[in-house]
């Protein structure tokens, strides 16, 4: 079994910053890829940001260069700074960690979401 916990979304004004944390407990024995997906209303969700076991990131278009993705392998956990916010930022993120539960099997899990709001 493998919880996820997210922290630190909230409402900021444009141009503000947050920054969210998702920290994953249980039966892990590793952990290969760490992600933040979003999901503004009425839109399907979206990958905002990855990272890999090799710490190789990956940036939707629409973040880069405001947000950072970043992991902590000793506390299981994966960060999002997200500077430079904009009204479009608004949505519920998500993340989302792939746990390696045996040696040649892994699982996605989902966080329960936390939301963030960016005021004009």
């Known amino acids: 079994q493998v919880h996820l916990v997210e922290s630190g979304g909230g409402l900021v004004q444009a141009g503000g910053s947050l920054r969210l944390s998702c920290a994953a407990s249980g039966s892990i024995r590793s952990i290969n890829s760490m992600g933040w997906y979003r999901q503004a209303p009425g839109k399907q969700r979206e990958l905002v940001a990855q990272i890999t076991s090799g710490n190789t990131t990956y940036y939707a278009d629409s973040v880069k260069g405001r947000f950072t993705i970043s992991r902590d392998n000793a506390k299981n956990t994966v960060y999002l700074q997200m500077n430079s916010l904009k009204p479009e930022d608004t949505a519920v993120y998500y993340c989302?960690?792939?746990?390696?539960?045996?040696?040649?099997?892994?699982?996605?899990?989902w966080g329960q979401g936390t939301q963030v709001t960016v005021s004009s």
């Open positions: 989302n960690v792939d746990v390696v539960l045996m040696p040649v099997y892994s699982y996605e899990y």
